[in-house]
């Protein structure tokens, strides 16, 4: 396993945490791909009956990385699933569409559909691919000190890859989420229905395994069939529909952005939508 996600089994739970504090853990594609083989061993570890993902250090994930000095986006890694081409070979909206619907949307919905229960213990930042990570979670535990946002309409794009907003956040408040670009805190994310429970940051770890024990104690496979359900009906509400959609959208986007400005984000790293938020 990489350094960028660490594995451990504590009882029935499987604690998965994203592993570059310096970075505010950041995802790059090596810390992606990490995360997708750790998930598979926990779904393969037949004692592992609930699934823990966490982020080391004082904040959860501040999204993709697009601006540290591991990131990778131009690196071919092993596919575990075919869903589309390796996009390093490809040039333009084809080598972007590739490396995202398999990094960010195709994988977002994979862990989504893993059939063990999964909970995001989530403290400090949640932004942007933060959020779809901590969404594509069954429940959340969000610390006292926990804030989200999704400021990517700062580089002309609506919203992150793994669309879940309308369905997370409600299209009122989701609107609002991306139109300002603000961030919410942790007691907002509960009133709205996004965070199962909010805790004091020095209770998170606890709550979250006495949350996890307490469903590992359910039988695994109606565990598995309720997950599904809940899922199934989620996309019965068009959240799959909507996704494949709007990752049109989105793509849209990127390509507006490379053909005007030479660049796909619009030429902004992390610093300038930082500037960009004030
Ligand atoms: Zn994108």
């Known amino acids: 396993m990489a350094d960028e996600v660490l594995y451990e089994r504590r009882g029935a739970l499987a604690v998965v945490t994203m592993n570059r504090p310096r970075y505010r853990n950041a995802q790059n594609s090596a810390m992606t791909y990490a995360l997708d083989a750790a998930f598979a061993r926990a779904v393969d570890d037949g004692d592992v009956r609930v699934i823990v993902l966490a982020g080391a250090g004082d904040h959860f994930s501040a999204g993709h990385d697009i601006g540290t000095p591991e990131r990778d986006a131009d690196t071919s890694f092993p596919r575990r699933a075919a869903i589309w081409w390796d996009h390093t070979d490809r040039a333009g909206a084809d080598r972007r569409y590739a ?7 195709g994988m977002c919905r994979r862990w ?3 059939p063990k229960p999964t909970i995001a213990m989530v ?3 949640c932004i942007a691919g933060g959020l779809m990570l901590a969404w594509v979670c069954d429940l959340i535990v969000a610390a006292e000190d926990a804030f989200f946002a999704d400021p990517v309409l700062r580089m002309g794009i609506p919203g992150v890859e793994y669309f879940a907003h309308p369905w997370a956040l409600g299209p009122r408040f ?4 991306l139109f300002t670009g603000d961030r919410f805190d942790a007691r907002r994310a509960y009133e709205i229905g996004m ?3 909010v805790v004091p940051r020095a209770e998170l770890e606890s709550a979250v395994s006495a949350l996890g024990e307490r469903v590992a104690a359910m ?4 565990l598995a ?3 599904r359900a809940v899922n199934q009906c989620e996309d019965q509400m068009g959240m799959r529909a909507g996704m494949d959609s709007v990752f049109g959208l989105h793509h849209v986007a990127h390509a507006h952005n490379a053909e005007v400005t030479g660049n796909p984000l619009a030429g902004l790293d992390p610093t300038a939508m930082k500037k960009a938020a004030s």
């Open 99 to 105: 490396r995202e619907i398999e990094v960010y949307l």
């Open 112 to 114: 989504r559909e893993i």
């Open 123 to 125: 403290q400090g930042a």
């Open 174 to 177: 989701a609107r609002e989420v």
């Open 195 to 197: 965070v199962n429970r």
């Open 219 to 222: 039988p695994a496979f109606g």
């Open 225 to 227: 069939l309720a997950k």
